[in-house]
């Protein structure tokens, strides 16, 4: 386990910056609860990335380091797959939110992982066009989370599950390895309204 107090906090900011790595008191409850209830263990460091960048530059330090780590969205999933397991980092999507674009001429839309799922809903209805995935949670969970659980909610029988909606994934592997499977982020189909 490394030490949090000394080498690997400060070479985590170098990856990042200062305010994206939290530590100690800094460490707010709602990163170790879920929607449910459920409490897990305080996480040794919460690191909050802006960019593809530093994902991939953490998690090539964390892999390095032997440091396990657990990815957040909304913390929405129930199921305690959010949840930090003892001596875990928590890597938080949460300043990874950008809708960066809505081509209604496609019929194409690209997200980060950290962008809530009202928002882009919301951000394509401007353009009278439906993002169909939707759910109850959608005001707190994230478009990461809902590939990541490959959600369904109340529109599935007419427009399938995320899956089905998901055009390419711009992917950090857990070694750092930056993966294009698109040439940018997450590229999701819209409907017409
Ligand atoms: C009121 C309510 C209604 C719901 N309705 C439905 C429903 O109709 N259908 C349904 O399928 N689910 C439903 N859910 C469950 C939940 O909302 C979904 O599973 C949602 O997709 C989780 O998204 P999240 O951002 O909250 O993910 P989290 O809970 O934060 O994470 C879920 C899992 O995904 C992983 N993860 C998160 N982001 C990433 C990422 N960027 N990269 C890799 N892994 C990641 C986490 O490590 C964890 O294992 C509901 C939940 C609530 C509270």
Same mark, same amino acid.
């Given at each position: !386990?490394?030490? !949090? ?6 070479? !985590? ?16 409850? =709602? ?18 990335? =802006? %960019? +593809? ?7 090539? &330090? $964390? ?5 396990? *780590? %657990? ?11 959010? #949840? ?10 949460? =300043? !990874? ?10 019929? *194409? ?13 919301? /951000? *394509? ?7 169909? #995935?939707? &759910?109850?949670?959608?005001?707190? $969970? ?12 109340? /529109? ?5 599950? +995320? /899956?089905?909606?998901?055009?390419? &994934?711009?992917?950090? %592997? ?7 499977? $698109?040439?940018?982020?997450? =590229? ?6």
């Amino acid at each position: !386990m490394p030490d !949090m107090s000394h080498g690997f906090v400060g070479r !985590m900011r170098e990856v990042l910056d200062t305010s994206a790595v939290l530590i100690g008191a800094d460490i707010d409850e =709602r990163y170790y609860h879920d929607l449910a209830g459920n409490v897990a263990a305080k996480p040794l460091a919460v690191v909050r990335p =802006r %960019t +593809t960048e530093q994902v991939s530059g953490l998690l090539r &330090l $964390c892999h390095q380091e032997k440091v396990p *780590v %657990t990815t957040q969205g909304g913390m929405t999933g129930l199921v305690r797959g959010g #949840l930090p397991n003892t001596n875990e980092i928590v890597l938080s999507t949460e =300043r !990874m939110s950008a809708i960066e674009e809505v081509d209604t001429s496609a019929g *194409v839309a690209v997200a980060q992982a950290g962008a809530l799922l009202q928002r882009i809903q919301e /951000r *394509v209805e401007e353009e009278d066009h439906i993002f169909p #995935l939707d &759910l109850g949670a959608r005001g707190s $969970c994230t478009f990461g989370g809902n590939i990541s659980t490959n959600a369904g909610g109340n /529109r599935v029988i007419r427009y399938g599950i +995320t /899956r089905d909606l998901i055009l390419g &994934l711009e992917v950090v %592997t857990a070694n750092g390895t930056v993966l294009h499977g $698109c040439e940018n982020t997450s =590229r999701i189909t819209l409907g017409s309204t």
